[in-house]
Nanobody, 121 residues
Framework: QVQLVESGGGLVQAGGSLRLSCAASGAIASINTMGWYRQTPGKQRELVAIITNSDTTNYADSVKGRFTISRDIAKNTVYLQMNSLKPEDTAVYYC???????????????WGQGTQVTVSS
């Protein structure tokens, strides 16, 4: 009903930059928050950054000052600009959206399929 498609992951050297994108499509009445999470093998998925529909943002302490989250409400798209990347940023990055479903008008959390970010030292 609602799909999130991520793009922009890849391999980069430490100190480099990447920009992730996530576009939501389908039966969408409105979107509340959108965010990025990441996960490494054997660890729980953790919040990286989140943005509300009023552009309030929140970041994990480990990425503050290096990552910037933004969104294009008209395109139902969220971005994550990642600068000064470190090897410890290596993970699968997942997009999340809290969506008011256009068919049921109830709110649900949806997830993208994940995109790999690898930072070499």
């Amino acid at each position: 009903q609602v799909q999130l498609v991520e793009s922009g992951g890849g391999l980069v050297q430490a100190g480099g930059s990447l920009r992730l994108s996530c576009a939501a499509s389908g039966a969408i009445a409105s979107i509340n928050t959108m965010g990025w999470y990441r996960q490494t093998p054997g660890k729980q998925r953790e919040l990286v950054a989140i943005i509300t529909n009023s552009d309030t943002t929140n970041y994990a302490d480990s990425v503050k000052g290096r990552f910037t989250i933004s969104r294009d409400i008209a395109k139902n798209t969220v971005y994550l600009q990642m600068n000064s990347l470190k090897p410890e940023d290596t993970a699968v990055y997942y997009c999340n959206a809290n969506v008011r479903n256009g068919l049921t008008y109830r709110y649900y959390d949806y997830w993208g399929q994940g995109t790999q970010v690898t930072v070499s030292s």
